[in-house]
């Protein structure tokens, strides 16, 4: 039987208001679903494994084409902008991010120690690709909240066998705001449903569908499953865990606003911080002693090259 995520309890419900007007957009069904894979961890508090400072390292596998690391990229700087979280190519940090390709879209949740893999098949799909680095972050699926039977029934006599893991409810993890029906970690409604390929999602009728809102709730029926946008409680969520997203971006050290933005006096900048040890100038966010090496300078000027997008 395939086995779920065991790790430590973290950002599991993402903040929405479920009494809410549903949006009057078709969420894209992707056939294949996000699996998550076995993770040994005991559950915890939710912030027992998040990235320290926000600093998620991570490498991109050869065999991922530059269109998919450019797709991979874009959902990056999308949570940058929503919450205080930094992704920042690995140069020596122990634990960080591995993505791959693969044959179904799988991350573990939150910082496990080490290396962890993050795959991918369905690059085609920015939000798909913002659900498992949000994984990798330390969200839960929605559908795993302890209140999640107060909004919906979870039908296992529909689901296919071996698949279970992905509803199991995580009491030990913490979640944020009410339960959220599009939120872009809620599964849709046919879900691995047995209507359905293997292993997948379709669209399938009521009677088929593994997650069932409650008569209450049932104009949120076909709102579940949204991969078209981040929605408020999505953002709530992630900031309340990593705070805000800084007012500019890390290269312009001096904060000035002038047009160009980055210039020599950010060098400068970083430069000052750098010998005063100052934190900001870890830009690699590695934590072994020095924190602070030539690899911090290779970050920052990475950074100022890649300017302020």
């Not at 140069?91 to 080490?114: A, E, F, H, K, L």
């Not at 839960?140 to 209140?147: F, G, K, P």
């Amino acid at each position: 039987m395939r086995t779920e995520l065991v790790g430590a309890g973290v950002m599991l419900g993402l903040a929405g208001l479920a009494l809410a007007q549903p949006k009057d957009v078709q969420p894209p069904r992707d056939s294949l679903m996000c699996v998550l894979p076995p993770q040994d961890v005991p559950e915890g508090l939710w912030n027992a494994n998040l990235w320290p400072g926000g600093i998620i390292p991570y490498t991109v596998d050869a065999a991922v084409t530059q269109q998919n690391r450019d797709r991979l990229r874009a959902a990056m700087d999308e949570l940058e902008s929503v919450c205080g979280v930094r992704f920042v190519p690995r140069t020596n940090q122990t634990n960080y991010v591995n993505v791959r390709n693969g044959t179904s879209n799988s991350s573990s949740v939150g910082m496990i120690g080490g290396q962890q893999t993050l795959t991918m098949v369905s690059w085609h799909v920015h939000y798909i690709i913002v659900h498992e680095l949000m994984h990798a972050m330390g969200v839960w699926h929605e559908q795993q909240r302890a209140d999640r039977d107060q909004y919906v029934f979870i039908n296992f006599a529909n689901m296919q066998s071996g698949y279970e893991g992905n509803f199991t409810i995580r009491p030990n993890a913490s979640p944020h705001g009410p339960f959220d029906f599009e939120s872009v970690m809620m599964y849709d409604d046919c879900s691995f449903s047995l209507c359905c390929a293997a292993g997948s999602t379709c669209g399938c009728p009521f009677s088929c569908a593994t997650i069932q809102a409650l008569p209450a709730y049932s104009q949120y029926q076909n709102v579940m499953g949204n991969r078209s946008y981040m929605g408020q409680g999505d953002r709530n969520s992630l900031v309340s865990r990593y705070g805000q997203p800084p007012a500019a971006c890390y290269a312009n050290c001096d904060g000035s606003t002038g047009n160009p933005l980055l210039t020599s006096n950010d060098f400068q900048c970083f430069l000052n911080r750098f010998a005063a040890a100052d934190p900001y100038a870890n830009c690699d966010g590695s934590t072994g002693s020095p924190s602070l090496t030539a690899n911090d300078f290779q970050c920052y000027l990475n950074s100022f090259a890649a300017g302020c997008t």
